[in-house]
């Protein structure tokens, strides 16, 4: 069994079939999916599903990206949102500096409402980090956030090790399966096993075998192969160990 940690059915084209995306990554032996909101329509969205089907659960929160158009209103529906039983962590939030599409002050000052709230709740955060790994990690040890993950971690290996040593976890993509990702794999190999989780960040990010196709959760198959291959363990040492990892940290076991 797999758990797609972070992925995003609400958005089209996945939202026309849920039935269908779901059926297929049961097919796989993907048996829970994790669905994460980007702005507060896509949080209820996440959070409609997670209502809908006993195996998803939604996570809630303002991507950095659109930091900028955050208002008090949207901040108070958000807080509400996210003490729903089946919101299992806050985000996605965190920082990102390549786009900058809203100014870095006003990313940093959303980011600390989001970890503030989810320290309230005591709830994990998934984090959005684009060439911001410094700010992104010293702003998490600064307000004394515990329980985070880095999705779809796509830094370098001593950052990582950064990462970890704050007992932080990283989460990997179908982009670790691309030619050029050697980077990443790197990042894998030295990965404890403790730290890992799989998502598939679809609809984006297909990894190589479906490159140029609507990515789903069925395929996060490829990514635990990938690690499998890299880690020189098993496909079911991969599954087991990052299940596990995933319903410790969601608290979504049994
Ligand atoms: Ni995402």
Redesign the pocket.
Known sequence: MLIDT?C?IQFKPLSDDVNGVIERAKKEGVNKLIV?G?DLESSKKAVDLAEKYDNIFAVVGIHPQDSKKLTDQMWNELCELATHKKVVAIG?TGLDYFKEYSPKDTQKTVFKKHIKLALELDKPLVI?NRDADEDSLSILNELGAKKVVF??YSSDVTFARKVWMSGYMTSFTGNITYPNAQNLRDVIEECPLSAMMVET?CP?LSPQKYRGGTNEPSYVVEVAKQISCTKNMSFSEVAEVTTKNAEGFFRIGG
């Open positions: 972070h995003h994460v980007c996605e959005h999705h779809c960040d984006y």
